[in-house]
T-cell receptor, first 110, second 116 residues
Framework: LAKTTQPISMDSYEGQEVNITCSHN???????ITWYQQFPSQGPRFIIQ???TKVTNEVASLFIPADRKSSTLSLPRVSLSDTAVYYC???????????FGRGTSLIVHP | GAGVSQSPSNKVTEKGKDVELRCDPI?????LYWYRQSLGQGLEFLIY????????KSGLPSDRFSAERTGGSVSTLTIQRTQQEDSAVYLC??????????????FGDGTRLSIL
């Protein structure tokens, strides 16, 4: 199982770019990297997924270096509504046991 | 379209009682997961169903916990003789999971279980 390590918390201000890095040193060859966002009293929501290099969608970018031992979720110009817990999940391919860490609690200040 | 639906959204019961939690996955999703999330903690994997294969029960914390999935769709998580430490939010997720590929999970909003 690929274990992930993320900062427990981060603070930012509206309009800033936020980068959250996840370490996953024992990632397997066929593992994907997936990020989820969770608001209080809700289930996690899929944000972005990647395998290598860079992936961008309408809400975020995901940067994955060549060795794939870490990944960085980038949120451009955050707003108060981006205050949430962000989870990095590593796994994939057929049957696997997902391992969510404690996530990163992001607080965006006015 | 409809997402993952869980019921009840909240459940309060006395210690020692049995509880059943229900999950309706997204139609057509073959994979279904149950997780437990204690206050301020991450998600703890409980059990995984994939199609008609035998479920992966390796995350169930004790034999008081069981789950079934009927007809490859609706799933029920049962906790017998509940204890106070069972108090948590129980989350269900489903995904399109053809073997050999990776699909993101879609979560319900969970059942908040409180044991008095």
């Amino acid at each position: 199982l690929a274990k992930t390590t993320q900062p427990i918390s981060m603070d930012s201000y509206e309009g800033q770019e936020v980068n959250i890095t996840c370490s996953h040193n024992n990632i397997a060859t066929n593992d994907y990297i997936t990020w989820y966002q969770q608001f209080p009293s809700q289930g996690p929501r899929f944000i972005i997924q990647g395998y290598k290099t860079k992936v961008t969608n309408e809400v975020a970018s995901l940067f994955i270096p060549a060795d794939r031992k870490s990944s960085t979720l980038s949120l451009p110009r955050v707003s108060l509504s981006d205050t949430a817990v962000y989870y990095c999940l590593v796994g994939g391919g057929g049957s696997y046991i997902p391992t969510f860490g404690r996530g990163t609690s992001l607080i965006v200040h006015p | 379209g409809a997402g993952v639906s869980q019921s009840p959204s909240n459940k309060v019961t006395e210690k020692g009682k049995d509880v059943e939690l229900r999950c309706d996955p997204i139609s057509g999703h073959t994979a279904l997961y149950w997780y437990r999330q204690s206050l301020g903690q991450g998600l703890e994997f409980l059990i995984y169903f994939q199609g008609n294969s035998a479920p992966d029960k390796s995350g169930l914390p004790s034999d008081r916990f069981s789950a079934e999935r009927t007809g490859g769709s609706v799933s029920t998580l049962t906790i017998q003789r509940t204890q106070q430490e069972d108090s948590a939010v129980y989350l269900c997720a489903s995904s399109l999971m053809p073997t050999g590929s990776n699909q993101p999970q879609h979560f319900g909003d969970g059942t908040r279980l409180s044991i008095l």
